[in-house]
């Protein structure tokens, strides 16, 4: 059987920083999904915090057909139904719960659930979950927590999130159990706001270099 998320995989392999996005315009998707391209990345998360959410998947999927769009802050059936009705590749969320997992049926192996403790790691894959999110990464552990992580479960694959930044994200991705790390400092709401793709693409091709891509 395919694996769901393999194409999530192949473009983390080119380039394992995936910005998390916030969009308050739908105006805003095309010029953000090329600035991300032109900065050599592969992957986006637009977060489902505004009402403009949903919209700016489908708008990145149609200006960047080969950019792996996912929709974040995924939290119930509707999210669900209108992020895979939008076109997104993957789905992400904080947590897990028994609501948002009925909700997910056939389509739960799209999802990146986030989960802090191993007995939480373990759950979600008994329940299905091929990849996992180290949520809020910062004040979750960190690195030492995914250190502590791979050696009983080394079968578990993780792409942290919350709290990283430049600084750290190579440090993070340093580690075998990381696919990919998760961060907004790429793409901030100001930079967005303000129409500074050129500032996104040069902080993209910065991540990239100092994550040693």
């Known amino acids: 059987m395919t694996f769901p998320l393999s194409r999530l995989v192949e473009a983390a392999k080119a ?4 910005p998390v996005l916030v969009v308050e315009e ?9 600035a991300l391209e032109d900065g050599g990345l592969t992957i986006a998360e637009v977060t489902l915090r505004t009402p ?3 919209a700016v998947i489908e708008a990145m999927k149609t200006a960047a057909p080969g950019l792996q769009v996912g929709a974040g802050t995924v939290l119930n059936a509707a999210d669900v ?12 969320s904080p947590g897990m719960s028994p609501g948002l997992l009925s ?5 739960r192996r799209l999802m990146i659930p986030g989960v802090v403790t191993p007995s939480e790691a373990m759950a979600r894959h008994e329940e299905g979950f ?16 995914l250190k502590a992580f791979a050696g009983p479960l080394p079968h578990l694959r993780f792409m942290p999130t919350g709290g990283i930044g ?39 091709r ?3 270099r100092l994550a040693k891509v």
């Open 15 to 18: 380039a394992p920083i995936v």
């Open 26 to 34: 739908v105006a805003h998707a095309a010029p953000l999904a090329k």
């Open 52 to 54: 403009a959410g949903l």
């Open 81 to 92: 139904k209108g992020s895979l009705d939008a076109g997104a590749d993957f789905l992400v």
């Open 103 to 107: 909700a997910l049926g056939d389509n």
């Open 130 to 145: 091929d990849l996992l999110k180290l949520f809020p990464a910062s004040i979750a552990g960190g690195v030492p927590a």
């Open 166 to 204: 430049a600084k750290d994200a190579g440090d993070y991705l340093a580690l075998p159990n990381v696919l990919a790390v998760g961060g907004s400092w790429i793409a901030t709401g100001e930079d967005v706001l303000h129409g500074n793709w050129a500032n996104i693409s040069v902080k993209a």
């Open 206 to 208: 910065d991540a990239l």
